[in-house]
């Protein structure tokens, strides 16, 4: 089992930044391949990043590449989403995902991952 907590959302002015932090418990955080989905009020989750269990290998959908930045430190059992050029259609519940997969093209899809936290919501005025 993993438990997934995310923290770090709030309200922000387009233009600003943001900082998610998304903390791990349970199974061993450092073999685990993380991703970050969004869900905007009345639309579908979507992908949004995913960060590979070394760090090594990441991706973005394309609309955040260049503004959000995925990292993880392996000894905080920490992975975080670092939100810039924030712009209103960013506004959506954030969440993290924890999977034991191997890291690929899968990561896109919401069945990839096998554990979910619980949402931080993000909002965005123009």
């Known amino acids: 089992q993993v438990q997934l907590v995310e923290s770090g959302g709030g309200l922000v002015q387009a233009g600003g930044s943001l900082r998610l932090s998304c903390a791990a418990s349970?199974?061993?955080?450092?073999?685990?391949?993380m991703g970050w989905f969004r869900q905007a009020p009345g639309k579908e989750r979507a992908f949004v990043g995913a960060?590979?269990?070394?760090?090594?290998?990441?991706n973005y959908e394309d609309s955040v590449k260049g503004r959000f930045t995925i990292s993880r430190d392996n000894a905080k059992n920490t992975v975080y989403l670092q939100m810039n050029s924030l712009k209103p259609d960013d506004t959506a519940v954030y969440y993290c995902?924890?999977?034991?997969?191997?890291?690929?093209?899968?990561?896109?899809?919401?069945?990839?991952?096998?554990?979910w936290g619980q949402g931080t919501q993000v909002t965005v005025s123009p």
């Open positions: 349970g199974r061993t955080f450092s073999s685990t391949n």
């Open positions: 960060i590979s269990w070394s760090g090594r290998s990441i």
């Open positions: 995902a924890a999977s034991a997969r191997p890291y690929g093209s899968s990561n896109y899809y919401s069945y990839y991952y096998d554990y």
